[in-house]
T-cell receptor
């Protein structure tokens, strides 16, 4: 069945460091891919998305590229801030839109 | 524009009782999704409603049920509560046929 695997956390970085959170997926057809972020005590917010191969989603300095050949959607940011501390979830929605599968989440801590 | 709202914010029940959680989607959204987020774990898909009908169901026992009303709001009912049902329950909404989901802040259910 469809699945999403993302790197285990927590990830601890210093401010202005480069961030990569790996995400790979297994799916049939042409899923849409998402990164959601959950700040402490809040619900999830959509961070970025990509709906087809080679699409790049970007928002707030974060980027991720839909790589069909490697079935990956890694999240990157060139310079993290303390305010980026949160849990990040990679997700896919299947071709028919019938289900959305989330990865286990990766907690990011950014130190000043 | 108002976001997805959920009530109550917190709910405390004892084993064997029933819990009812409520969700109001963003205006114009016809799909409502329910997820369970247990402590330290990722999101587990529970239910998807669209246009008043259950469209998909995750791997949960039948004591987890719900419905969607004509105004597209939704209710999640959990019968015969067990200790392991303690979790944050998140509701999300979307336009039918669109993959992007918007999340509410969640209901924290504690079963004693």
């Amino acid at each position: 069945g469809d699945s999403v695997t993302q790197m285990e956390g927590p990830v601890t970085l210093s401010e202005e460091a480069f961030l990569t959170i790996n995400c790979t997926y297994t799916a049939t057809g042409y899923p849409s891919l998402f990164w959601y972020v959950q700040y402490p005590g809040e619900g999830l917010q959509l961070l970025l998305k990509a709906t087809k191969a080679d699409d790049k989603g970007s928002n707030k300095g974060f980027e991720a590229t839909y790589r069909k050949e490697t079935t990956s959607f890694h999240l990157e940011k060139g310079s993290v801030q303390v305010s980026d501390s949160a849990v990040y979830f990679c997700a896919l929605t299947d071709t028919g839109g019938f289900k959305t599968i989330f990865g286990a989440g990766t907690r990011l801590f950014v130190k000043a | 524009e108002a976001g997805v709202t959920q009530s109550p914010t917190h709910l405390i029940k004892t084993r064997g009782q029933q819990a009812t959680l409520r969700c109001s989607p963003i205006s114009g959204h016809t799909s409502v999704y329910w997820y369970q987020q247990a402590l330290g774990l990722g999101l587990q898909f529970l239910l998807w409603y669209d246009e008043g009908e259950e469209r998909n169901r995750g791997n949960f026992p039948p004591r987890f049920s719900g419905r969607q009303f004509p105004n597209y709001s939704s209710e999640l009912n959990v019968n015969a509560l067990e200790l392991e049902d303690s979790a944050l329950y998140l509701c999300a909404s979307s336009f039918r046929g669109r993959n992007e989901q918007f999340f509410g802040p969640g209901t924290r259910l504690t079963v004693l």
